[in-house]
């Protein structure tokens, strides 16, 4: 179903975490092709330099030099993820669209409730949903 990256060149997003005490998740999301040339895959502008500007708020093609804003690009790849569910403890996978939501999850560390960008879906054996967070910045 899931297919492991052979380079992190060929990805846009990728992280392996623990997810509550006993679930695990490594997930990723691969570059997508350019809709317009179909010729090279998207990704983030290069400067002058040569270096790649991590913060841009947009992908370009580096073929045709396309440009599309980041939610609507990420919002159309497939986030593919193998994990351990905390809830039953059996592993799985699942591939899902990489939209992030905003929902509510109780913070052990912290002691309270949070409001935070995940990619949610479900587990594949009981059902539960299980959350992939945006890192936050401590």
């Known amino acids: 179903m899931v297919t492991l990256p052979g380079s992190m060149d060929d990805l846009v997003y990728f992280t392996s975490r623990g997810i509550g005490k006993t679930g695990h998740a490594k997930a990723w999301a691969y570059r997508a092709l350019c809709p317009k040339c179909k010729k090279a ?4 502008p290069v400067g ?9 708020k947009e992908y370009v093609c580096p073929a045709c030099m396309y440009t599309i804003e980041k939610q ?9 993820v ?25 913070d052990e560390e912290e002691d309270k409730e949070m409001m935070v960008e995940s990619v949610r879906f479900p587990c ?9 967070v945006k890192k936050m910045k401590s």
Do not use: H, Q, W
């Open 72 to 80: 609507e690009y990420e919002e159309g790849l497939t986030f593919e």
């Open 41 to 44: 895959k998207m990704g983030k």
């Open 82 to 106: 193998i994990y351990i569910c905390p809830k039953c403890g059996k592993k799985g996978e699942a591939a899902v669209p990489f939209k992030r939501k905003k929902v509510r999850i109780f």
């Open 48 to 56: 002058k330099d040569g270096s790649v500007k991590i913060r841009a």
């Open 124 to 132: 594949a054996n009981c059902k539960g949903n299980i959350d992939v």
